[in-house]
C-alpha cells in the first residue's frame, strides 16, 4: 500500500490546485482503501464514493433489479454527475450522500466537501466504464486509476467479506457467481484506459 500511495502521489504533483482523482476498479479489488488512505495522505482532501449513489432497494425491487445490487443500472449516475459538476463550480459545500454498507442503504447528505477541498477522490467500480450514462462522468476527471486484480483474489476477498456479513455459503455462492463477479467482468472489459494501472495479487 505505501509503495502505491507514492506512485499515486508523484502523479498528483502535476495536477492542477483543485483535483478530481477516479479510483476505479472490480468488486473486492480494494479501491475503497488505497481512496480513503490517499485522502488521509492529503491535506484538504475528500472521499467520494460512488456506492452512495445506490438506487435505494425498494425502488430496485419495484424495477425487479434488487437481486442485481451492484450492477451498473443499479446507480443514479445523474446524481454523481451532478455531485461532480457542483464540486467543479465551486460551491460552497456539497453535500454528499455515504453508502452504509452494515445497513445496505445510501445515506443522504451524509458529508459535506468544502469549497476549500483541494484533491477530491472519487472510488467505484464503474468511474470509466464506456457506456452510456458513465462515460459522460470521464469530463470530471483530471487524473484516473484503475486497480487490477485477479479474479481467484477476488473471490477469495469477496467470499472473506461476505462471511462477515454473515452470509451462508450458499448465499454467498449465489452472489459471487451471479453478480459480484459479472459485474467484475464488465469493468474488466468495458473500462476505458485508465492513467494509471495498479496490479495487484
Not at 446507480?75 to 452504509?100: H, M, Q, T, W, Y
Not at 451524509?110 to 458513465?134: C, F, K, M, Q, S
Not at 461476505?162 to 473500462?191: C, F, M, Y
Request: no cysteine; net charge negative; glycine share 8%.
Amino acid at each position: 500500500m505505501e509503495t502505491t500511495l507514492r506512485k499515486l502521489n508523484d502523479r498528483l504533483s502535476d495536477l492542477p490546485y483543485r483535483s478530481v482523482v477516479a479510483v476505479a476498479g472490480p468488486p473486492g479489488a480494494g479501491k475503497s482503501t488505497l481512496a480513503e488512505g490517499l485522502v488521509l495522505a492529503q491535506d484538504d482532501a475528500a472521499l467520494l464514493p460512488m456506492d452512495g449513489f445506490h438506487f435505494d432497494d425498494a425502488v430496485l425491487r419495484d424495477r425487479g433489479r434488487l437481486p442485481w445490487k451492484g450492477a451498473p443500472d443499479t446507480f443514479d449516475v445523474g446524481g454523481l454527475l451532478s455531485a461532480l459538476k457542483r464540486l467543479r463550480d465551486g460551491e460552497d459545500a456539497v453535500a454528499v450522500p455515504v453508502f452504509d454498507r452494515d445497513l445496505e442503504i445510501s445515506r443522504g447528505a451524509a458529508r459535506i466537501i468544502p469549497r476549500r477541498t483541494r484533491l477530491i477522490v472519487v472510488e467505484g467500480n464503474y468511474l470509466l466504464l464506456d457506456r452510456t450514462p458513465w462515460q459522460s462522468l470521464a469530463t470530471f476527471f483530471d487524473l484516473t486509476v484503475m486497480i487490477d486484480v485477479p479474479e481467484d483474489v477476488l473471490r477469495d476477498r469477496l467470499t472473506a467479506r461476505w462471511q462477515h456479513h454473515g452470509l451462508t455459503e450458499e448465499q454467498i455462492a449465489r452472489k459471487l457467481d451471479e453478480n459480484d463477479l459479472p459485474n467484475g467482468r464488465t469493468v474488466r472489459d468495458e473500462s476505458r484506459g485508465a492513467d494509471l494501472i495498479l496490479r495487484q495479487g
